[in-house]
């Protein structure tokens, strides 16, 4: 390093965080977040923890926190509480070229406040395996008349294949919307990573199961369907599955309708079909929300989805009768390993001018992403 330039201090260590009380890191997180004021911004997901989402500036779904990253105007670093493809999905929409021009050039560093904060649904779909499965289509079907539409749960790596491949991302509350989109282009569609959302959604729009061949990347070949399978296709589903929905069964639901008469069962559309179709209303982590908040007193919930979500809508609606709908513990491993120590970490590291855990995408990838989570916003 030439003498001119200093060192950076070096960061703090996370260990001496783990053993503070929780009122001690809220009031040091608070500290950070009034000398940052608007320039910090800390975004968290609905599966948050409560002590996480009290701190959070914002808290939402998938698509309302992607949307908060590409409005962004005062702030100058994202925290974001959340899982590894909505960092990633952040820093793409926060510095896209129209953005970084109006900053001057100037860059939103993205944070996750811990880095093993993945998602194990966007990890079963690796780059690799799209693009040997999007080979392998090609010596059967014509990869021209197929749109790849990727859940927004999914890393950069592939929402770029989609741009660079004229397809779209979704979210759990557009996805209906990206597939027509889809379908208006194209006469076929590949939906990855999530089978499950790919195939309720379809089926809701008349697309029939044998239409729907599902690609396993580990089968000996073409996914383990035959060609005239993918001749007959309409939607070629990925085999990845959320595993925090995927636990909701349907003897989940009977049992809740026999012992509790009246009851609306409510599910994230991440669930199986066996579920979904099931239920009474389905719908994002924020149409969950808002669909319990509009409800009259008295109402009874058997709900779907993660578990600090579903007990924190049961702490703020007494007036309603809020059910778990399944009887083990459904939650998002990853998500919670964002707690309180992390953030706080990561947040006097900020402060002290040590950055640690930026999500940064690479440049091509970054635009092209961006070509697909375009069409995500204009399609909402
Ligand atoms: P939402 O987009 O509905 O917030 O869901 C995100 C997610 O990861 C659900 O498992
Ligand atoms: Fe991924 Fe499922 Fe966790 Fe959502 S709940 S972040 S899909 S593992």
Same mark, same amino acid.
């Given at each position: 390093m030439p003498a001119t330039l200093q060192a950076p201090p070096p960061s703090f260590e996370l260990k001496?965080?783990?053993?503070?009380?929780?009122?001690?890191?809220?009031?040091?997180?608070?500290?950070?977040?009034?000398?940052?004021?608007?320039?910090?911004?800390?975004?968290?997901?609905?599966y948050q923890q409560d002590e996480?989402?009290?701190?959070?500036?914002?808290?939402?779904?998938?698509?309302?926190?992607?949307?908060?990253?590409?409005?962004?105007?005062?702030?100058?670093?994202?925290?974001?509480?959340?899982?590894?493809?909505?960092?990633?999905?952040?820093?793409?929409l926060a510095n896209r070229p129209q953005k970084l021009a109006e900053r001057g050039g100037e860059r939103i560093p993205v944070i996750l406040p811990d880095l093993a904060a993945g998602c194990s649904m966007a990890d079963m779909a690796a780059i690799d395996q799209i693009e040997d499965a999007w080979d392998q289509l090609g010596d059967v079907i014509d990869?021209?008349?197929?749109?790849? %539409?990727?859940?927004?749960?999914?890393?950069?790596?592939?929402?770029? #294949?989609?741009?660079? !491949?004229? *397809? @779209?991302?979704?979210?759990?509350?557009?996805?209906?919307?990206?597939?027509?989109?889809?379908f208006a282009r194209t006469s076929r569609v590949m939906f990855f990573p999530d089978q499950h959302l790919g195939r309720n959604t379809a089926l809701g729009m008349g697309i029939t199961l044998e239409q729907m061949p599902v690609w396993d990347p580990y089968a000996d070949s073409l996914g383990g369907s035959m060609p005239e399978q993918l001749e007959r296709s309409k939607v070629i589903l990925w085999k990845g599955h959320c595993? %925090?929905?995927?636990?909701?069964?349907?003897?989940?639901?009977?049992? #809740?309708?026999?012992? !509790?008469? *009246? @009851?609306?069962?409510?599910?994230?559309?991440?669930?199986?079909?066996?579920?979904?179709?099931?239920?009474?209303?389905?719908?994002?982590?924020?149409?969950?929300?808002?669909?319990?908040?509009?409800?009259?007193?008295?109402?009874?919930?058997?709900?779907?989805?993660?578990?600090?979500?579903?007990?924190?809508?049961?702490?703020?609606?007494?007036?309603?009768?809020?059910h778990f709908l399944s009887p083990v513990v459904c939650m998002c491993a990853t998500m919670y390993r964002i707690d309180l120590a992390h953030l706080c970490w990561s947040l006097e590291n900020l402060a002290a001018d040590t950055l640690v855990n930026v999500i940064k995408v690479d440049d091509d990838t970054a635009k092209w992403s961006l070509v697909a989570l375009e069409r995500m916003l204009e399609v909402h």
């Open positions: 001496p965080y783990k053993s503070l009380s929780n009122d001690e890191l809220i009031a040091r997180v608070q500290e950070v977040r009034d000398e940052f004021g608007p320039r910090l911004l800390i975004l968290g997901h609905h996480v989402i009290a701190l959070s500036d914002l808290r939402g779904d998938s698509y309302g926190l992607s949307q908060h990253a590409a409005d962004s105007r005062d702030c100058r670093y994202i925290v974001f509480c959340g899982v590894h493809f909505m960092a990633e999905t952040a820093d793409i990869t021209a008349d197929i749109t790849p %539409v990727t859940y927004i749960n999914s890393a950069a790596s592939l929402k770029a #294949f989609v741009g660079r !491949h004229g *397809g @779209i991302v979704c979210t759990s509350s557009n996805a209906e919307a990206a597939l027509r989109w889809a595993s %925090v929905h995927q636990m909701f069964r349907p003897e989940h639901v009977r049992l #809740f309708r026999e012992k !509790h008469p *009246g @009851i609306k069962i409510l599910v994230h559309p991440e669930c199986p079909r066996e579920v979904f179709e099931l239920a009474d209303v389905s719908g994002s982590t924020s149409k969950i929300i808002k669909t319990v908040e509009a409800a009259p007193p008295g109402t009874k919930w058997a709900i779907g989805t993660e578990l600090h979500l579903v007990n924190r809508l049961k702490q703020e609606h007494p007036e309603q009768e809020i």
